[in-house]
Every structure is written in structure tokens, then in C-alpha cells.
């Protein structure tokens, strides 16, 4: 398995009102599609995955958002492909252990641009800060 590209398709951060009360962070990333991908590398064809995904950190109570989403390709041999798409098909989960590459880079992706966009929106940091005791 190897994560050979990734990109957003979307971002969207929204600040609804002022936060009242405790304000609690809810953070999903979730896979929505698997479709197989060729990809062109160099003068050899190589058969890999996109998985199209949503990232998702609320602020509640109805405080705010920020949705997140897009692409990551995979690069992985026939077998893999087939047996990855066969499963997400039949039932729309996947295997952690053939997808945890995807999932650690969407979440290390999404993750940092969910922290700039919460700066940029003057929203609380999706992501817990240490604080010294």
C-alpha cells in the first residue's frame, strides 16, 4: 500500500453564534466512496484506489463547523483492489488493516487544515492543546 496523492475538494467552516455554556468538539472522519483509479506512472499502468472522504469537527452546542472533503490514492496491486472493492460494495465498510494508511493521511491532512481554518474563524482548536498544570 502506498498513499500516492491527496486533495480537498471542499472546505467549509462556519461560526454560528457565541458558545454558551461547556463547548464540546466532535471530530468524524468518515469514507463515503472506494472506486478503482489507474494511474500513469511513467510508461507503466498502475492499478490503485480512490477513496473519496468527509472530515467533520462540530462545536457543540450548534456553535460551529468545519467540513472537509476529498480524495486520497492508493496505490495497490490487482488482488487488493479487487477484494477492497468487492467489500465496500457489499457492504459499504473496509478492512483497517488494507486502509489505515488512507485513514492516517486524510486524519494528519484534515487535522491541520481543521486547525488553521478554526484560527482563521476565531473557533476554539478542533485539536486538544497541551497545557502546562
Known sequence: MAVIGFNFSKMLA???S???GELKVQINLAIKDVEEANFGLGKTKEQGLKYSFEFTTKYVPNFGSIVLTGE???LQDEKTVKAVLKEWKDTKKLDDKLVSGVYNSALQRCSVQAL???KEMGLPSPI???RKA
Open 14 to 16: 462556519e461560526k454560528k
Open 18 to 20: 457565541a458558545p454558551k
Open 72 to 74: 486520497v490514492l492508493d
Open 116 to 118: 488553521i481554518l478554526s
Open 128 to 130: 486538544p492543546l497541551l
